[in-house]
């Protein structure tokens, strides 16, 4: 085969396999009005008033071991989902750690669902240099997670925020800033 068509055949199965996962997307019940309520709906949105983590959120991590989201009561907590598809997730995950790196021992904790393959998870994760626990299941698991958390679009990424206290302060679809996210940390951090 010619250089030529071997670069057309790359291109082509290119261009099939993002069809298919466009029209794997859209054909999801109510994608479009996802697609519209994610849009309109990106960035910070406070809790209701008392609103708690829902008790008793059991997570695999990479290795398999069982954690719980229980087990940060007393921290501020950020609950980041994301995958390895995810642009904005992946330009995010450096922040993240840097922020992880900055205030864990000040009472801080994150923690990454991956709304992932968990292979692809785990096949990633070295490269994004995690320091904090990231959990992994089926991406129908981590789906229901995500909207148990508020998420009703299944954008991402999608942080919620957990005072020290397991009340939601607030629920970010879309990026956080580092400059944001400190801020956001350091006026919940326990004190």
Known sequence: MSSAKSNLAIVAACVLALAAGV?????RPNAAQN???????????????????????KLADLDGRAFSLDDYKGKLLIVNFWATWCAPCLHEIPVLVKMQER??????????????????ARRAAPGLKFNYPVA?????????????LGNEQGGLPFSVLI?????????????????????????????
Request: net charge negative; proline share 6%.
């Open 23 to 27: 029209a794997v997307f859209l054909l």
């Open 35 to 57: 697609l519209d309520d994610a849009s309109a709906s990106v960035g910070a949105t406070p809790a209701a008033a008392n609103e708690r983590m829902p008790a008793g959120l």
């Open 103 to 120: 205030y864990g021992a000040q009472g801080f904790q994150l923690v990454g669902p991956a709304v992932d393959d968990i292979e692809d």
């Open 136 to 148: 992994v299941g089926t991406p129908e698991a981590m789906l229901d997670l995500m909207t148990q």
């Open 163 to 191: 005072g020290a206290d397991g009340r939601v302060l607030e629920r970010q679809l879309g990026e956080y800033s580092e400059v944001e996210l400190a801020a956001l940390i350091e006026k919940n951090l326990p004190r």
